[in-house]
């Protein structure tokens, strides 16, 4: 069965201080890896799609990898605006269904 | 932008009452979804629409729930007779899935269901 797990649970950072959230997953054929970001209340805002290992892609302060069993979404000299849960997601047999990880609660002191 | 359009923002109904959704997905998108957020939870996926059927969904999709596109524009989730535990955000969203190139779904802002 597909899983996605992401670690931490919460993260708490000053104002430029650089850090990295981690999404795992299982998933037999990876169609592929999707970051997103959630606030409250709101519906989740996509950031980005990875589809294999090695694959980097960045936005602004973000910068999200992959590996066979991983996706790292780097973060760097955060801003207060970059407070919100970050979603990692996968679609594995098909396109159809894409399963979310539980998210990280990232808040950004400054 | 484009953007995927729920309505209404938040819906109140009591508990054994039938509830109509509504989304309008991105115009040139093809595979049209619901998924739900329990409060503090996770989202999880709930059922796939395209070519105007179910392609795929999930053990929560029970007899309960129903998906419908009855015109070009909207697409629509049904709960036939609610419970409190269907108290959840509900999320739409459209993709328009191109293999390595942007397979991504948009959501909407999503409806608050409260069963009281």
């Known amino acids: 069965e597909d899983q996605v797990t992401q670690s931490p649970e919460a993260l708490r950072l000053q104002e430029g201080e650089s850090s990295s959230l981690n999404c795992s997953y299982t998933?037999?054929?990876?169609?592929?890896l999707f970051w997103y970001r959630q606030d409250p209340g709101k519906g989740p805002e996509f950031l980005f799609t990875l589809y294999s290992a090695g694959e980097e892609k960045e936005k602004e302060r973000l910068k999200a990898t992959l590996t066979k069993k991983e996706s790292f979404l780097h973060i760097t000299a955060p801003k207060p605006e970059d407070s919100a849960t970050y979603l990692c997601?996968?679609?594995?047999?098909?396109?159809?269904?894409?399963?979310f990880g539980p998210g990280t609660s990232l808040s950004v002191i400054p | 932008e484009p953007e995927v359009t729920q309505t209404p923002s938040h819906q109140v109904t009591q508990m054994g009452q039938e509830v109509i959704l509504r989304c309008v997905p991105i115009?040139?998108?093809?595979?049209f979804y619901w998924y739900r957020q329990i409060l503090g939870q996770k989202v999880e996926f709930l059922v796939s629409?395209?070519?105007?059927?179910?392609?795929?969904k999930s053990e929560i999709f029970d007899d309960q729930f129903s998906v419908e596109r009855p015109d070009g524009s909207n697409f629509t989730l049904k709960i036939r007779s609610t419970k409190l535990e269907d108290s959840a955000m509900y999320f739409c969203?459209?993709?328009?899935?191109?293999?390595?190139?942007?397979?991504?779904?948009?959501f909407g802002q999503g409806t608050r269901l409260t069963v009281v």
């Open positions: 629409f395209y070519n105007n059927e179910i392609s795929e």
């Open positions: 997601a996968v679609s594995g047999t098909s396109y159809d269904k894409v399963i």
């Open positions: 998933v037999s054929g990876l169609r592929g």
């Open positions: 115009s040139n998108h093809l595979y």
């Open positions: 969203a459209s993709s328009d899935p191109i293999p390595l190139e942007g397979t991504e779904a948009f």
